[in-house]
């Protein structure tokens, strides 16, 4: 059997899987240390490769519930300091988005695709079901 000898395709440092919480928290050190990299270089590239590593033990190992459509709303809102009138003017009016906001009035596709549009929002959190009040 022969043994394996260090050659130049491995890299310095050995990537390895993400199994458990400490190995998490060691990735997330690492990413936070090399979020300055500049693209194309071989740090970047560590930085990419472990992003992807840390996502992929996130989405197998933390729920994260997508915020109702009006919190999404309303967090986009208060971030980009919008009023009930900005929010109109996506909604077809102030009172328009005052119903919607104190969910007496769902929102229509038609909504939907601006407020994805004009704020950022997901089209999947705005189409959720929510109940009226």
């Known amino acids: 059997m022969q043994k394996f000898i260090h050659s130049e395709i491995l890299p310095k440092e050995i990537i390895k899987p993400i199994r ?10 690492k990413i936070e240390k090399l979020m ?8 970047y ?24 459509p009006i919190e ?3 967090y986009v809102m208060e971030e980009e300091n919008l009023s009930p009138t900005d929010l109109g003017k ?17 929102l229509s596709l038609n909504m939907i695709r ?3 549009h004009e704020l950022k929002i997901p089209e999947k959190v705005l189409v959720q079901d929510y109940e009226l009040a």
Request: charge should be negative; proline fraction near 5%.
């Open 45 to 68: 590239d560590l930085l990419e490769v472990l992003s992807l590593l840390v996502e992929k033990y996130e989405d197998d190992h933390y729920v994260f519930d997508l915020p109702t």
């Open 90 to 106: 996506i909604v077809g009016g102030k009172s328009m988005a005052s119903l919607i906001l104190n969910k007496k009035r769902k």
């Open 72 to 74: 999404a709303i309303k």
């Open 114 to 116: 601006k407020l994805s």
């Open 36 to 43: 300055d990299a500049v693209p194309g270089t071989p740090e």
């Open 20 to 29: 458990n919480e400490a190995d998490y928290d060691a990735a997330l050190s």
